[in-house]
């Protein structure tokens, strides 16, 4: 069965598959460029896209209403001339034939076709994990679960102390929960953040009340039907109203690997976010974008990337002439610290982190720097409550500049200063 939605050319002149904020945004750029196009919204879920990170802060707490979430609503698409179909995936693409097809077994042929398809939380993989009450963090109704979890009193046990781990730490302890935290590391963030800046957010969740358990990890969940406690691999037995798995997530890149797109940690695209197979554009949490600036491909998981790169993806897919290079931004809030971070350090780099100010004081920035001839050069940074600063780390980063590590770490000297050299 063929798309009602289809052109003249019996063909829907955009197809988008994904239900986030970077299906959301394409929508907005292929408008900007294309005000009659036929253009066709595909999601899994039965809603229309939303952003996630209110899903681990204001919603959570209750701050924000649900209905705040929706990146436009439901009949801002029906404004736009655009078609939804919610809740009936896409099962395969075949990109030579130029048709994706659904769940529900309509094909929709395309002209142009967006995988915008984000990621999924990977599972806890331990006897006893799908018990009732061992939660996840990636949809909307999880999000409302969990919530209904987070009451005075109850006992909620984390698994991992990511960034996900940590927001619903905070959250619960807001809640007055009993939260402890299992994480495998010695310190939250430890791949990211490293030791020092890691044990910064293990001691502001502490004085919450969190704890943590770090150097151990689940061995198994126990209860009959809801979960009782998580035993530890040590051996350690703690009682749970609540487990939240917190362990990561992994692209879903399987429509892509299907049609035989190149895939290598994320859907592969050029830095106009066009894949390895012609008038297939990728963009968001599963693209592996070619960037300029960073001389390397990158796929991260951050709400900028998604927003910005949906919108430069839909651009491009309508014939702007788009070059997406941005430097890699994330946020996060917990408690009263409000943090942003930007750059990009490569795993195994052997970056050293220079502070600038006082950890303790909850003000602080920190960057991550290499080595060279006559300093060092920023790979990434991130401020701590010390805003109106993340522009000038953007511009260290992109321009690779060496600077004097003494100075970046002066809090005297204005960030957009460091770099200067006086006489
Ligand atoms: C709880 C939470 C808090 C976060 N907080 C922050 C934060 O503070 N700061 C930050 O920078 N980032 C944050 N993030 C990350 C950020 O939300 C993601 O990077 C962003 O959502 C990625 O957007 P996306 O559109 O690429 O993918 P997603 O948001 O994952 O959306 C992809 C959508 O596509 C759908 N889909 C998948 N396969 C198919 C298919 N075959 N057919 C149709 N639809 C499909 C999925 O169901 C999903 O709805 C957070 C994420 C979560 C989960």
């Known amino acids: 069965m063929s798309s009602a939605a289809s052109s003249g050319t019996g063909r829907t002149a955009y197809v988008i598959v994904g239900g986030g904020v970077a299906a959301a945004k394409a929508v907005e750029g292929i408008r900007e460029h294309d005000e009659k196009g036929t253009v066709v919204v595909v999601t899994q879920e039965e809603r229309v896209p939303y952003e996630r990170p209110p899903l681990s802060k204001g919603v959570l707490k209750g701050d924000d209403e649900v209905d705040s979430v929706f990146t436009h609503p439901q009949s801002w698409y029906a404004d736009h001339d655009v078609e939804l179909r919610l809740g009936d995936p896409a099962t395969s693409l075949d990109t030579s034939a130029h048709l994706v097809t659904l769940r529900s077994g309509e094909s929709l042929s395309y ?80 791949g990211v953040m490293g030791e020092q800046v890691g044990g910064w957010f293990a001691d502001l969740h502490r004085s919450h009340g969190v704890v943590f358990r770090f150097g151990d990890g689940v061995a198994r969940l126990e209860g009959t039907g809801h979960v009782e406690a998580v035993v530890t691999t040590t051996g350690e037995r703690l009682p749970a109203d609540a487990v939240v798995v917190g362990v990561g997530i992994t692209p879903n890149t399987g429509l892509a690997q299907g049609a035989g797109l190149d895939v290598d940690n994320g859907v592969v695209t050029d830095a106009r976010l066009r894949t390895s197979i012609e ?61 942003e971070y930007a750059g990009h350090v490569p795993r195994g780099s052997g970056a050293e982190v220079v502070l600038r100010g006082e950890l303790s004081s909850n003000e602080f920035m920190a960057f991550w720097v290499l080595p060279e001839e006559g300093g060092v050069r920023v790979l990434a940074g991130m401020h701590v409550n010390v805003w109106d600063t993340i522009d000038a780390v953007q511009q260290l980063v992109r321009e690779r500049t060496v600077v004097d590590p003494d100075r970046l770490a002066d809090t005297a000297i204005p960030l957009d200063e460091v770099a200067r050299v006086d006489g």
């Open 279 to 339: 008038d297939v554009w990728a963009a968001g949490d599963v693209a592996s974008w070619q960037s300029t600036a960073l001389g390397t491909h990158v796929r991260v998981e951050h709400w900028a990337n998604a927003h910005d790169g949906g919108l430069a993806a839909g651009r491009s897919m309508a014939g702007a002439d788009v070059t997406f290079d941005p430097i890699p931004f994330f946020f996060s809030d917990q408690y009263d610290a409000g943090l």
């Open 111 to 190: 002209d142009k076709l967006l995988l915008a398809t984000g990621s999924t939380a990977r599972a806890l993989d331990v006897p006893g994990a799908d018990l009732d009450g061992v939660l996840y963090l990636r949809e909307l109704q999880e999000s409302t679960t969990l919530k209904e979890a987070l009451v005075d009193g109850a006992r909620i046990v984390i698994v991992g102390a990511g960034w996900i781990g940590l927001e619903v730490a905070a959250a619960a302890a807001i809640a007055g929960c009993a939260v402890t935290v299992v994480e495998p590391q010695a310190a939250p963030l430890l």
